[in-house]
């Protein structure tokens, strides 16, 4: 079964048979695993050694955007995060229950967030300290590059935290050159194709050290994982860590590395949503987003208005297929969404269309009689 979903990704056999045995965190054979996972995180994001901080945390990527946001922000600071989809709603849920003051800018959901719009904002407010993004919109497939944004933000003296979750990796980052990003989160589990369990921050030391007691929260405090890793090793845990997931996350990153790392991953990505895209035009079913507007990570496809589809037949006539998709609605009018990313070469997406058409005619939906 191939997972077309935005994660977690289907993974490479040896990515997930690095998981069969038993570590000890603080062995020293353990420790400089660990510290390498950091060393090539932080090479990813373009960090600067010594000045930006790899930090890990167990859990998936909400835990590290919240422990972001308690982090960089006092309880109380504010943040202005545009409502570019579901998964800018939730760094807003995120952020309010977690006592920091949000102000939403409402956007439209099909293009990229306006840098001019995020600056008007913060122009006429100058209580908010940061802006959230969401570098991959995985809810509608749409790109929000934070070196434009950032651009902004920086000028107006404000900061950013960047949830680049279902971008990191596949989408080019350059910490060194942002120096507003006081943040950026990822995970195990999407572009760098290991299995979840694990999520990442991206900081600048100075900032967690200047940091230090807004969390309000020892399990979701990055200035804490960042002193712990001072005082002891980089290589050692608060707590327990999932050690046989980090020791996939490492096979993952040698195959990352081995494929010619992010712009050979890019490439593969904008293979498989250029296939899947024009794949399913050809099968007269509309994608939602003009082609220019379209990332690379999640393409969603309008619901058939035809009598017979059903989601949830369709997804279950795809499983007996091979490919599994997202068995629900997270755009405002019906569609269902797929994943480009994961261990999936633009061949398997050329079978994934075929799948697609094969499925759609056994639950009935003839989409070519009426396109
Ligand atoms: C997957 C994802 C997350 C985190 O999801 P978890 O289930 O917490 O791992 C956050 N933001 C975006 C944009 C995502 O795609």
């Known amino acids: 079964m191939k997972l077309l979903i935005p994660g ?17 965190p603080w062995d020293n054979d353990t420790k400089p695993m660990i510290a390498a996972v950091k060393d090539r995180v932080l090479a990813i994001a373009g960090g600067v050694p010594g ?10 990527g909400h835990y590290a955007i919240e422990a972001s946001i308690r982090t960089f922000l006092p309880p109380g ?23 920091r003051l949000v102000t939403v800018l409402p956007v439209p959901a099909d293009r990229p967030v306006s840098p001019t719009a995020i600056a008007a904002a913060l122009a006429e407010d100058p209580g908010i300290s940061h802006v959230g993004i969401i570098h991959s ?19 107006l003296g404000r900061r950013t935290i960047v949830d680049s979750v279902s971008a990191f990796g596949a989408l080019p980052l350059n910490l060194a050159e942002r120096p507003e990003i006081d943040a950026v989160v990822f995970s195990s589990n999407k572009c760098i194709e290991g299995v979840a369990g694990i999520a990442f921050a991206i900081s600048p ?3 967690l050290e200047a940091c230090a007691g807004n969390a309000g929260s020892w399990s979701f405090d990055l200035s804490d994982i960042h002193q712990h890793g001072l005082k002891n090793l980089p290589g050692t845990f608060r707590f327990t860590p999932p050690m046989q997931v980090i020791a996939a996350f490492s096979v993952a990153l040698d195959r990352f590395d081995a494929e010619g790392g992010q712009p050979a991953r890019l490439a593969r990505y904008t293979a498989n949503m250029r296939v899947f895209y024009d794949g399913m035009i050809r099968l007269g079913v509309a994608p939602v ?19 017979a589809w059903n989601l949830l037949e369709f997804v279950d006539a ?31 997406m050329t079978e994934a269309v075929e799948a697609m058409a094969l499925a759609l005619a056994d639950i009935g939906v003839d989409t070519r009689k009426a396109a």
């Open 8 to 24: 977690p990704v289907s993974t490479h056999p040896d990515v997930r048979a690095a998981m069969t045995q038993d570590f000890a």
């Open 51 to 60: 000045e930006h901080m790899a930090l890990m945390l167990q859990g998936c």
């Open 77 to 99: 600071g504010r943040i202005l995060i545009a409502d570019t989809g579901p998964y800018a709603g939730r760094m807003i849920r995120l952020a309010s229950e977690a006592g």
């Open 137 to 155: 919109e995985t809810g509608s497939g749409v790109i929000h590059d934070p070196a434009a944004i950032g651009a902004v933000v920086r000028a």
């Open 205 to 207: 030391a100075a900032r």
């Open 289 to 307: 987003l003009a082609p220019e507007h379209q990332g690379p990570i999640v393409v969603n496809i309008h619901a058939p208005t035809h009598p």
């Open 318 to 348: 795809l499983k007996r297929r091979g490919f599994l998709i997202s068995n629900f609605y997270n755009t405002e009018n019906p569609s269902f969404r797929v994943g480009c990313i994961g261990d999936i070469a633009p061949a398997e």
